[in-house]
């Protein structure tokens, strides 16, 4: 009997569907190969939820992805919402998501194929096997902490946010990015703005702590304007980043970039309930329904998928290897400068899941 997972797919916005059927795709035609049986309930979150609900996410979405093995989501946001309060905008739904399903871990990371060495911002020098893993705090922080919202104090209005964490927040995202440099060169780059905020006084003090577990991983603490500046200055020194959820935000959109195209970098949702995986790219409205979007970061994602929750890293592996050969022939979507082909999503994802079938 092959094993039976269940995945919610939460396609969401703008180029979210057509990256979504790409990523479907892939699974179903490795589902055979892989002794497995994959069964897929689709719903709608962020801006398609909001259209036909008025909300960005129902309850018994929740429910369902609680319930389920696995989440793939593909994005959501889109400019028509820009203004509506924030219980009511397309990005509640992945914020709640995330704190419903506990995922606190959130990994990202920024590869660069050889084959796009020249499609970096960088020189080749700087640039050549970056492999780095941004490990974003994703529960806490900035984007949590309460007192938040917009008041009225006699005649002026305040808006306020707080970066709160607790030791054990601290803590518990600091093993899992000691955990993962042990699997990989041994060196953990602790970002925060500990000589300004409290917040990451605690934090830095923590992460200490922390590195007494793992004395066969190097600690190295870095504040978070060095380590946007050492990205693209030097961006291979870095292994693992370990921080916060708002620093974590804007450091892996960085990292990425590195790399050519955002268009291809996953990401994995780990921690106490159902996994979620989605690209790191919006919605990219600009684009969307014309068969441009790259399909690339879905794709991997779905890799990080087999990995992280389904016990299948030689599939993973597969799947990324598939990525290159596919690119290396040339085959690519607009936002990959490289010579070739330019193609349209679903050639790109068609071609790279046709490989992956022909080598699993
Ligand atoms: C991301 C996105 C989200 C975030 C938005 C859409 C809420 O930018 O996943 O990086 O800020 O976390
Ligand atoms: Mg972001």
């Avoid at 329904?289 to 992280?308: F, Q, R, T």
Wanted: proline share 5%; glycine share 10%.
């Amino acid at each position: 009997m092959p094993k039976l997972k269940r995945i919610v797919t939460l396609p969401g916005d703008g180029i979210g569907p057509e990256v979504m059927t790409q990523g479907v795709a892939l699974l179903g035609a490795l589902a055979n190969s892989l002794d497995m049986e994959f069964e897929f309930s689709e719903d709608l979150v962020g801006g398609a939820c909001l259209r036909e609900y008025n909300v960005p996410i129902r309850e018994k979405t929740y429910t369902k992805c609680k319930n389920a093995d696995a989440v793939l989501l593909g994005a959501v946001g889109l400019p028509e919402y820009d203004n509506n309060p924030s219980h009511l905008r397309p990005e509640k739904a992945l914020l709640g998501l995330r704190g419903e399903l506990g995922v606190y871990c959130n990994l990202r990371p920024a590869q660069l194929y050889d084959i796009l060495v020249d499609a970096s911002p960088l020189k080749k020098e700087f640039i050549e096997g970056l492999d780095l893993m941004v490990v974003r705090e994703l529960c806490g922080g900035l984007y949590f902490g309460q007192p938040s919202g917009i008041e009225q104090r006699k005649n002026k209005r305040f808006g306020i946010s707080t970066m709160t964490y607790g030791e054990d927040e601290i803590r518990r995202i600091a093993i899992k990015a000691f955990e993962l440099a042990r699997l990989r060169r041994g060196k953990v780059t602790s970002v925060d703005k500990a000589n300004v905020l409290s917040v990451s006084q605690l934090w830095r003090a923590v992460v200490t702590e922390v590195a007494g577990d793992y004395p066969d991983v190097k600690l190295e603490h870095m504040l978070v304007d060095n380590c946007a500046m050492q990205l693209v200055r030097a961006p291979k020194q870095f292994d693992v980043i370990l921080t916060e959820n708002m620093f974590g935000d804007i450091l892996s959109d960085e990292a990425s970039q590195l790399t050519g195209s955002i268009g291809m970098l996953p990401s994995a949702s780990l921690g106490d309930g159902t996994p979620m995986y989605e690209p790191v790219h919006g919605t990219a409205p600009d684009i969307a329904g014309k068969d441009k979007a790259n399909p690339i970061a879905m794709i991997n994602s779905v890799a990080m998928l087999l990995h992280y929750s389904f016990e299948r890293p030689e599939a993973a592996k597969t799947i990324s290897t598939a990525v290159e050969t596919v690119l290396k022939q040339g085959y690519h979507t607009g936002d990959i400068q490289i010579e070739g082909k330019l193609v349209g999503t679903k050639e790109l994802g068609g071609r790279i899941i046709e490989e992956t079938v022909k080598n699993i």
